[in-house]
């Protein structure tokens, strides 16, 4: 059973930094992209940065480029995501999410991945 376990939310005033860590668990993740997402209230879950496990390429949503850094460690199965010049637009849960890295599977969709976390509240204040 796979589980995400997401951790490190919290509040922050604009321009402060988070990190928020996902541990996982359940099976190994060599062929897996591990995604984080986000979803603000009255609005849909939108893509934040994706890591494929193996080999460690990343992409970015373009609102965090820059801002944001997704890295993993492979020895605690752990995924982080380092937020940086936090916005208050940047307010929202966040979603640790891991899903099958092949072909025809989109990494900037919630659809491309089985397992999610339960997520964790990132609150920016201005």
């Known amino acids: 059973q796979v589980q995400l376990a997401e951790s490190g939310g919290g509040l922050v005033q604009a321009g402060g930094s988070l990190r928020l860590s996902c541990a996982a668990s359940?099976?190994?993740?060599?062929?897996?992209?591990m995604g984080w997402f986000r979803q603000a209230p009255g609005k849909e879950r939108e893509f934040v940065a994706v890591?494929?496990?193996?080999?460690?390429?990343?992409y970015y949503a373009d609102s965090v480029k820059g801002r944001f850094t997704i890295s993993r460690d492979g020895a605690k199965n752990t995924v982080y995501l380092q937020m940086n010049s936090l916005k208050p637009e940047d307010t929202a849960v966040y979603y640790c999410?891991?899903?099958?890295?092949?072909?025809?599977?989109?990494?900037?969709?919630?659809?491309?991945?089985?397992?999610w976390g339960q997520g964790t509240q990132v609150t920016v204040s201005s």
């Open positions: 890591i494929i496990w193996s080999g460690g390429t990343t």
């Open positions: 359940g099976r190994t993740f060599d062929r897996y992209r």
């Open positions: 999410a891991a899903g099958s890295a092949v072909y025809g599977r989109s990494r900037y969709s919630q659809y491309g991945y089985d397992y």
